[in-house]
């Protein structure tokens, strides 16, 4: 291939990557922005929708290619399902977890949020082994371009990418128009900018809570699904990995930005695909975090975030 050829390649596999991301860093921005918090066991959410999406395929019986009428019902009720399965799981931590701490020192909350990560990676280390899982191959495979176009080219666009972009995209516009236009949207940034206040204004903070918690699982459940398909496998530590990277796109975007957390997820995505080819993979999370540092230094707020007060 050629450089620009090789290139192009990993732009899209970082665009595909970096989608992934921007899913996990959304529940993490959202909950952080909502109690300051910084939930580490959301990236194990996230892998626990890996499993319990290819659970749900293996019970209705589901394990090759669907095409026809069985992609378009079954799989968006698997996605839903296990959307809903996550989601309820991300708010029983909160409930279980987190609540009982809520007045109490951030490192309390902070130290609870690694216990519960390290139980979720266990529970799963006991469900499916250590070692890899084998995810089926759900989602038919083509190369767009010559199937499509009859281009005969070597760089390889698939219909997993658009799976990918086309779940995605639609899900954090949904998302940016619930929080920007609805009651209970207005209701999350009330809560965000000043929870006391929107208390005494009549909001109803704990509520609003829950449903954080509950939108931040459902879309780390939909990004397990997306990853189960795209890589057809999965292990009990991807979580660990993926939420690593998804976090460092929240405070690279701007930790609490809706908007700097997607930007984030797309740019740890190239710069993660783009060290793979031309320096290392072995280096890769070295070249991510010196990326982040720099920025860091010179914007401390992130990409898109705004500097704000020091609450006391």
């Known amino acids: 291939m050629e450089?620009?050829?090789?290139?192009?390649?990993?732009?899209i596999n970082g665009l595909t990557r970096g989608a992934v991301f921007a899913l996990v860093a959304l529940g993490y921005?959202?909950?952080?922005g909502i109690i300051e918090l910084i939930n580490f066991a959301h990236?194990?959410?996230f892998m626990l929708g890996l499993f319990i999406s290819l659970t749900y395929f293996s019970l209705?019986?589901?394990?090759?290619?669907?095409?026809?009428?069985?992609?378009?019902?079954?799989?968006?009720?698997?996605?839903l399902a296990t959307m809903l399965t996550t989601a309820l799981i991300n708010v029983s931590i909160d409930r279980l977890a987190y609540r009982p701490l809520r007045h109490a020192?951030?490192?309390?909350?902070?130290?609870?949020?690694?216990?519960?990560?390290?139980?979720?990676?266990n529970l799963a280390l006991l469900w499916v082994g250590p070692a890899p899982v084998s995810y089926p191959e759900i989602f038919p495979s083509i190369d767009i371009l010559y199937e499509w176009f009859g281009w005969n080219s070597k760089v390889f666009v698939t219909s997993k990418d658009l799976l990918v972009i086309g779940v995605t995209i639609p899900l954090m516009v949904a998302l940016q128009?619930?929080?920007?236009?609805?009651?209970?949207?207005?209701a999350m940034r009330a809560t965000a900018q000043d929870r006391e206040t929107a208390q005494a204004m009549g909001i109803n903070v704990e509520k609003t809570i829950i449903l954080t918690f509950f939108i931040?699982?459902?879309?780390?459940?939909?990004?397990?699904?997306?990853?189960?398909?795209?890589?057809?496998?999965?292990?009990?530590?991807?979580?660990?990995?993926?939420?690593l990277r998804a976090f460092t796109a929240a405070v690279l975007g701007g930790i609490g930005n809706m908007p700097g957390a997607a930007?984030?997820?797309?740019?740890?995505g190239f710069l993660s695909a783009w060290s793979d080819q031309y320096i290392s993979a072995r280096w890769t999370n070295a070249v991510v975090f010196s990326i982040l540092i720099l920025v860091l230094v010179f914007r401390p707020h992130g990409l898109l975030g705004e500097r704000t007060p020091e609450k006391l």
């Open 29 to 32: 921005t959202m909950v952080y």
């Open 216 to 243: 931040g699982g459902a879309l780390a459940g939909a990004a397990g699904v997306i990853q189960g398909m795209y890589y057809n496998m999965g292990q009990w530590w991807v979580g660990y990995q993926a939420g």
């Open 105 to 121: 020192g951030r490192l309390s909350p902070l130290i609870t949020a690694i216990g519960v990560s390290f139980m979720l990676e």
């Open 60 to 79: 209705i019986g589901m394990a090759k290619t669907l095409y026809g009428w069985h992609l378009l019902t079954i799989l968006p009720l698997v996605f």
């Open 263 to 268: 930007l984030g997820g797309v740019v740890i």
């Open 3 to 11: 450089w620009y050829e090789v290139l192009a390649q990993q732009t």
């Open 43 to 45: 990236g194990d959410v």
């Open 177 to 186: 128009r619930f929080v920007s236009g609805t009651t209970w949207g207005k």
